[in-house]
């Protein structure tokens, strides 16, 4: 079945620095991916759309410029929270279709 | 605009039990209906699908049945086991093109031994 990779799985970086979080398609391409956030027990919040070869779609209220989304291939898109600070803390999911939905396994992210 | 409701636990049942959650939808056109399993500390597992009405979704002993009439994808599963312990979120996909999932706001179970 469709797999997809989300790395890191967790990350502890210092205030002010910046984490990528990169997403691969492992055995198909995928178009479009989502990128999630999830507080503790929470749903998830959508935070963007990201389509290979063009610019993001970002939710309402999500600042483009603190998470910045790249999708260079058709098998990856990233995710990079830059200028990290404390309440950036949270879980980050990404998702990638093809005939489905199919999700990472999130990355903990948690800036000190 | 979609939106998906489902009923807010936490939930504890006792091993053996019957399990519902239930899951209501409101969409535009003709959605199609998941449940997904969310494992501590993981990502989204999905569990179970249906397409169309009165398709039912089955995995693992988990059933859900798509019932246009009264919108709704609610989840069961005659016998719970303490790995069933996790959170499980009921979602909706409109259908039009590469368009993210609606997700409710998810249930914890907790079975206990």
């Known amino acids: 079945g469709a797999v997809v990779s989300q790395h890191p799985s967790w990350v502890i970086c210092k205030s002010g620095t910046s984490v990528k979080i990169e997403c691969r398609s492992l055995d198909f391409q995928a178009t479009t991916m989502f990128w999630y956030r999830q507080f503790p027990k929470q749903s998830l919040m959508l935070m963007a759309t990201?389509?290979?070869?063009?610019?993001?779609?970002?939710e309402q209220g999500v600042e483009k410029d603190k998470f910045l989304i790249n999708h260079a291939s058709l098998t990856l898109s990233t995710l990079t929270v830059t200028s990290a600070h404390p309440e950036d803390s949270s879980f980050y999911i990404c998702s990638a279709t093809d005939y489905g939905y199919t999700f990472g396994s999130g990355t903990r992210l948690t800036v000190v | 605009g979609d939106s998906v409701t489902q009923m807010e636990g936490p939930v504890t049942l006792s091993e053996e039990a019957f399990l519902t959650i239930n899951c209501t939808y409101t969409a535009t056109g003709y959605p199609s209906l998941f449940w997904y399993v969310q494992y501590p500390g993981e990502g989204l597992q999905l569990l179970l699908k249906a397409t169309k009405a009165d398709d039912k979704g089955s995995n693992k002993g988990f059933e859900a049945t798509y019932r246009k009439e009264t919108t709704s994808f609610h989840l069961e599963k005659g016998s719970v086991q303490v790995s069933d312990s996790a959170v499980y979120f009921c979602?909706?996909?409109?259908?039009?093109?590469?368009?993210?999932?609606?997700f409710g706001k998810g249930t914890r179970l907790s079975v206990i031994a």
């Open positions: 990201s389509n290979e070869g063009s610019k993001a779609t970002y």
């Open positions: 979602a909706l996909s409109p259908n039009s093109g590469n368009t993210p999932l609606v």
